[in-house]
């Protein structure tokens, strides 16, 4: 049996695992340059609660990438579009993000994955 920490996977699950997010991440990483030409606006959109500092994180989440001196790189904001749900329990968060190439298209997903009250990213 192999090595286990109290509580955690054994570390040939772990490694196994970590081979995995390597291999989804390569091949999503594929997909999307072979379906996108980067640079270019790319349209994400974000399903969460109607909250207002979950819509504000989302904001945050979905802004340019920034470069060394702190200042955007692109002068243009995402475009943001919100539609509410029938009965307004949820919102649907709508970007078109200026990105320069598959990572940061990646990078994006998991700023906005990682946010509580998102309930799903399309």
Same mark, same amino acid.
């Given at each position: ?21 390597? $291999? ?10 072979? *379906? ?18 979950? *819509? ?5 989440? $979905? ?5 060394? *001196?702190? @200042?955007?790189?692109? @002068? ?7 539609? $509410? @749900? ?5 919102? @649907? ?30």
């Amino acid at each position: 049996m192999p090595p286990q920490v109290d509580g955690e996977a054994p570390v040939q699950d772990r490694e196994q695992d970590r081979a995995n997010d390597e $291999a989804a991440r390569a091949r999503a990483l594929a997909l999307l340059e072979a *379906t996108h030409e980067f640079p270019c606006h790319y349209a994400v959109t974000v399903i969460a609660f109607n909250i207002e500092t979950v *819509t504000h994180a989302i904001r945050g989440a $979905a802004r340019p990438a920034t470069d060394a *001196t702190g @200042s955007a790189e692109s @002068s243009e904001a995402a475009a943001h579009e919100i539609r $509410a @749900s029938r009965e307004g329990k949820y919102l @649907s968060h709508r970007f078109a993000v200026h990105v320069k190439g598959a990572d940061e298209v990646l990078e994006l997903y998991a700023r906005l994955k990682s946010l509580e009250g998102v309930v799903t990213i399309l």
